[in-house]
């Protein structure tokens, strides 16, 4: 929980992910240069002088979106990682939070993806182009948990030999390919995205099981 003096902690803090939910879906629509701090603002009908409060900058805005991302993300898929059955199991069980994960928080998975692929298009300053690259690694640290499981699936032999890097990076970018043709529809019930989200992981674990 943020620190702060002498204001509600968790009030301050229900504030601050307002404001980031509001910035995700507006990065996610107009991109990071297409947006300024009045769109934030007006997403949420506040004024920019109550975003500047929390926020110094744009910038700093857009990563906590990020890392507000990861930590979804991965608080979805670690509590899997050392679960029950074989390395299969816990493999597919870490795909289906991650695709639901996906569906659920579609425009914090762009704006991610913004940090990731149109690096160029920021137009940032070297002190920027860091931090990101610190954010990065903690993606990268995403990537490994799904490394290291299947190197165990391929140590108890539930899944079929083959370089583990190569696979959890082949896996990992096939599922969040899901952002380029799925919209959550705001009336779409959880228990549909989960189906969904293990029919998708299906599909790709059926090519990774032993044989």
């Given amino acids: 929980m943020t620190?702060?003096?002498g204001v509600d902690e968790a009030a301050h803090d229900a504030a601050r992910t307002m404001i980031l939910d509001a910035a995700a879906e507006v990065f996610h629509?107009?991109?990071?240069?297409g947006t300024t701090i009045d769109d934030i603002a007006r997403r949420i009908g506040a004024t920019k002088g109550r975003i500047y409060y929390y926020f110094r900058s744009k910038f700093d805005i857009y990563l906590s979106v990020y890392e507000h991302g990861m930590r979804l993300s991965r608080e979805s898929v670690e509590p899997h990682v050392d679960g029950p059955g074989t390395a299969l199991d816990r493999l597919t069980a870490m795909s289906v939070a991650h695709a639901r994960n996906l569906m659920t928080n579609l425009s914090y998975h762009d704006t991610i993806h913004q940090g990731i692929h149109r690096r160029s298009a920021l137009a940032l300053k070297d002190r920027q182009i860091e931090q990101l690259a610190e954010l990065n690694k903690i993606r990268d640290d995403h990537e490994m948990m799904f490394r290291r499981v299947v190197e165990q699936g391929m140590i108890?032999?539930?899944?079929?030999?083959?370089?583990?890097?190569?696979?959890?990076?082949?896996?990992?970018?096939s599922?969040?390919?899901i952002d380029s043709w799925f919209r959550i529809r705001p009336d779409q019930p959880a228990t549909e995205i989960e189906v969904l989200a293990a029919r998708v992981v299906g599909m790709h674990m059926a090519g990774l099981a032993a044989r």
């Fill in 3 to 5: 620190e702060t003096f």
């Fill in 29 to 33: 629509r107009q991109g990071f240069n």
């Fill in 156 to 173: 108890d032999g539930s899944l079929r030999a083959e370089d583990p890097g190569l696979v959890a990076r082949v896996l990992l970018s």
């Fill in 175 to 177: 599922l969040n390919a």
